[in-house]
């Protein structure tokens, strides 16, 4: 996969992937892997996909570990970040992808699922998203600085966007928690941005926001990992 800027422009920052180890989250960690970063790939059960995609970095020479949490869990998603912390010291990008979707009617869902939709797609992200806001202010001060960088990236998919009727469950979750990380970041006073569907590189992101560093959080949508992957990437790299 070809890194914006090219090189390693996230050479020595740390990145934790929420369900890196399958979809978009893989394609997603490989490629922070690929700009220089130091990957935590989050899986929820087991290890073989995980460790899968943190081979193929390590091949690469990148940097990887996996940690197994129930995100649902707090105790669990502070152990995480602390491992984090205690191996690379603090955590610069943080991009959650929450990835559960049932094919159920309109209609025919039921209780349970509909509480496990929220959980995976609403509370987990909530729950990491807090934990980030936490570590950055804990470790790294109310504002990020070109040295020590601090992003929040939330994937959404065009499932979340307006007039989607597939999935509909699906969909409101995706649009929410979207909104629910731009919220938290947005009540800490930073910068929010949305990159809309299409191809967008690098150049164009700064274009659009007219030279300035990354926002810290950012709700990506578009219909391909390949790209999602790119563009996230490119968010997290400062711009020049």
Not at 16 to 24: E, N, Q, T
Not at 45 to 54: G, K, L
Not at 126 to 134: D, G, P, Y
Not at 195 to 224: F, H
Request: aromatic fraction near 6%; include cysteine; hydrophobic fraction near 45%.
């Amino acid at each position: 996969m070809n890194v914006p800027n090219g090189g390693a422009p996230l050479s020595g920052q740390t990145a934790l992937v929420v369900r890196g180890h399958c979809g978009i989250g893989a394609v997603v960690a490989e490629a922070f892997a690929a700009a220089g970063a130091k990957v935590l790939i989050n899986y929820p059960h087991e290890s073989a996909a995980a460790d899968r995609i943190a081979q193929r970095i390590r091949v690469k020479q990148g940097q990887a570990m996996i940690f197994q949490a129930d995100l649902s869990r707090e105790s669990q998603v502070n152990s995480m970040f602390d491992v984090l912390a205690a191996y690379w010291g603090r955590l610069n990008v943080l991009v959650t992808n929450a990835d559960l979707a049932l094919a159920v009617p309109t209609g025919g869902i039921d209780q349970e699922q509909w509480r496990e939709i929220l959980r995976q797609n609403l509370a987990e992200q909530f729950l990491c998203v807090r934990q980030a806001l936490r570590e950055f202010t804990e470790r790294g001060g109310q504002t990020a600085t070109a040295a020590a960088p601090s992003n929040i990236i939330c994937v959404s998919t065009i499932q979340g966007g307006p007039g989607y009727s597939e999935e509909p469950y699906y969909a409101v979750c995706k649009a929410d928690s979207a909104r629910l990380c731009k919220a938290l970041v947005g009540a800490r006073g930073q910068e929010n941005a949305d990159s809309p569907v299409g191809p967008l590189t690098a150049k164009r992101l700064t274009e659009i926001w007219n030279g300035q560093s990354a926002p810290d959080s950012i709700a990506l949508v578009s219909p391909d990992p390949e790209q999602i992957a790119k563009t996230a990437v490119g968010l997290a790299v400062r711009a020049a």
